[in-house]
């Protein structure tokens, strides 16, 4: 079987329709207009959110994705910003409150990598990676909180004031020689979003970290590409198959909803099992 097909040893089964949980809502997701982050906008709209699209630089595919959305019949916008710039998120977020009416969901997605050996990495690069992976998500967050705060709780939208979902990775558990601006980046993802929950809870907002596996879009495209990549990635993944982005966002949306609403400060891992040690699983 070609390791480049859709589903190379078999995908999610069939598990229907995202049911309408977020009716009312309005989200909006960061770098929203690719991969994981194109599927959590999708996802959302088909459970009845309101979505604005964040990009860095290619507005045409935000514009065609807004358009899926719109068909759905919710409102979509896109909004062009560099997350690591303070002055272009507060006015992406001032820009989707005032079109969108408010904001309930943030999902802060947008990330990056670049790769080095370690004593060769440029402090160029470690910067660029904490700054948008990292810095991104404190200036998001900073900039919706204050509309989670100013508005408060609408029982009929949601029992929460507003929850924050930040995109992590397994690294913020596994080490990841050769990236370790990328792993230094997620796990401080982890305590900057633990901490926030802690300090925002009074307020009912909630904040989560969702953490991928590998999942098949193009930050990791290398590994999954060709089939003896593929095979080896596998040794890692336990259920024995690449995720999709579609899996990431299913269990987004609910993460979103209320049914998740005594859930905060947490991570989830969305990993085919990857946190397990597959290694161990003979011998060790
Ligand atoms: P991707 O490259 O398709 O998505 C990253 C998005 O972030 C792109 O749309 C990009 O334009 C945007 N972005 C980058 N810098 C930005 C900036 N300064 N401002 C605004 N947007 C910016 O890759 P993806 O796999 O969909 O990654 C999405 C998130 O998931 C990232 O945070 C990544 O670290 C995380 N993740 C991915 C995997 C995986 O296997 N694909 C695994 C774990 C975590």
Known sequence: MSGNSTHPRG????VGRIPEILTGQKALVTGGSTGIGAACVRALAEAGADVAINYRSDPSSAES?????RSLGRAAMTVQADVSSEEQVESMVSEAVDRLGTIDILVNNAGLQADAPF???TLDQWRRVIDVNLTGQFLCTRAVVR???RRGVVPEVSCAAGKIINMSSVHDAIPWAGHVNYAASKGGVQMFTKSIAQELAPRKIRAIILSPGAIRTNINRPAWESQEAYDDLMKLVPLDRIGEP???GRVL????SDFSDYISGTTIYVDGGMMLYPGFAEGG
């Open 65 to 69: 994705l807004a358009e899926d959305v």
């Open 147 to 149: 509309e989670f705060k």
């Open 11 to 14: 995908g999610p089964p069939y």
């Open 246 to 248: 579609s899996d990431i």
């Open 253 to 256: 949306v609910w993460l979103a």
């Open 119 to 121: 004593e060769e990495m």
